[in-house]
């Protein structure tokens, strides 16, 4: 394609630079960061609470641990939820922007909870601030793929869009090991570092640029056309770029919250959007949370010895190098490819972990009751899992919702599949002791082993590759979908071209 080239008008095959769609990703990420610093934060904090007596103390397996986990995915529910709508009504930029407001109030919450006088202030400080930490965390986990999505290249798009992905890996690597001298750890110390990079993130903000999308979609076209082609390099035609991202607009800034629910009934947006929904079901049901939350005590369950230290560099370090490899391999590979590999590699892992917790017996202990070996599986597993899922489950997601659903109805449709991946989480994080203690721990692993081999099936035989495509191709793949036809039975609606389809559609909706 012309774009893909990097040919203008005078015929110069020089190819699009990359310098600020890098730059802007960059700033944009600092959000997704805070977010895994966040994950990994309310590991080391809950064991550092549940270790000290006092007012300023959780302890484990109560309704309190179980509040202050679930509160920060049931906030990023809510986040979610409304993101979508403020990103296209107030712009991706702004949207960012508001998004670090509730995250910073939620941190200045937690650090000042360690002084309240009594048990129940430091509570409810503490769970208010992971609730509105998670607040922002959900609306910028929407808000920051689909800006990177859409300020970079058709040839970049899966390779930008999973660096939200690694910086979520990077910031729970860091908080994972602030913890590993536990007796240095001490919350209120993170807490002020996290408070100092929100602020960071919210000055930084204020000097990138729009989504030339979002513009271009609301009227703004010399606005869109100027950012656009400051992104792509003075030397590039962006005119095939920008036919493609207007070709299929309908006066979306004139499209109510109403009438983009309509929308999503439409055969040609409903198959994408349950798709978008369907890649976000199985992201959380492999596992990955209930990993995440409780990596320590799973470990100390299979009586790995140093359990903490093991987990900091399992579960931080391998998902922070396997994310860089997904980065390098997704737009080699493509989508699909990256998801049945990870699907794979999870469902092993998975089974591993299942079979040495059923394997596993009481070793020798020291004095304190400490266990003194390691179990190779139970570490191997945990390796193999962060692995598989940094290839394809962790970021593909995030970048597919984007990918899949057309501009006119974006904002709905991933804030609604946004909210689906946090409800999950807040789901997972506070029954997964219940669920474990009802099928026992290797169950639980092998039911979710069993899942990931259902996502095996659901990419192969119903996800389509977006790897290369532009916005209007994608949308081409769901009209011509074998299986449309099962969703879609009209004769009218089936034969009609995408115009006429629209036309349909506007005839309905007014």
Sequence with gaps: MKQSLGINANGDTRHPRFVLVAVFSLVACLGAFLMGFNVGFATQTMDE??????SASIKSATAESSAFSALFPLGALFGGLFAGWASDNFGRKPAIMIGAVPQLLGWVAIAVAHLAPKHWAFLTLILVGRFLAGLGAGWNSLCIPVYITEISPINKRGFF?????????????????????????????VTIVAIGITAVFMVTMLFIEESPVWLLSHGRSEKGEKVLQRLRGSHIDVSKEIDDITGNLIQPEKISLHRSLIQLGHCSVMVPFLLSLGVMFFQQFGGINALAYYASQELQKAKVANY??????TVGGTEVVFAIVGILLVERLGRKVLLITSSVGMMVSCVMLGVDLYLVRLPASDSNGEAKRYSPLAITSFVIYNAAFSVGWGPLPWVM?????????RGVSTGIATALNWG?????????????????PYGMWFSFGGICLISIFFVVFLVPETKGRSMDEIQQVFKTFSYRRYLCPSKRESESSPDEETLLFDSKAT
Excluded: C, D, K
């Design 161 to 189: 869009g999973s660096w939200n992905q690694l910086f979520v890996t990077i910031g729970l690597l860091v908080a994972l090991s602030l913890g590993i001298p536990q007796h240095n750890f001490h919350y209120f110390y």
């Design 49 to 54: 609470l549940n270790s000290t007596n006092g």
């Design 308 to 313: 903490r230290i093991v987990s900091s560099f």
């Design 424 to 440: 999950l989480v807040a789901l997972i994080t506070f029954a997964v002791t219940y669920y474990e203690n009802a099928v026992t």
């Design 401 to 409: 919702m984007s990918e899949l659903v057309p501009t006119s109805v």
